[in-house]
């Protein structure tokens, strides 16, 4: 499995939180951002990042979600998203992505 096929995945599951994002998980986000702060697993940058992002409107962080630039590849990686979607809702994701 090569890196771009990981990153296609990861986009796929974004697509999936994008389409139901709401204020309410952004403040979420903002929450496992500060967690990740705290136990040191994030690098200050992407937390940062981040941080920016999620400060914008819903349709702003959705847009941004989506998209497949280096940028927004490198955020992915360090998604605060984490717990959005369920098990079952991932696996759906991923096998559609595959097909």
Known sequence: MGHRSAELRSLALHRAVAARLTPALLQEALARLAWAEHAGTTHPRYLAAWRALLAEPVAV?????????EHMRALRQTTPFVGVLSPQERWRVLAEARS
Do not use: K
């Open 61 to 69: 962080v959705a847009a941004a979600l989506v998209r497949d630039d």
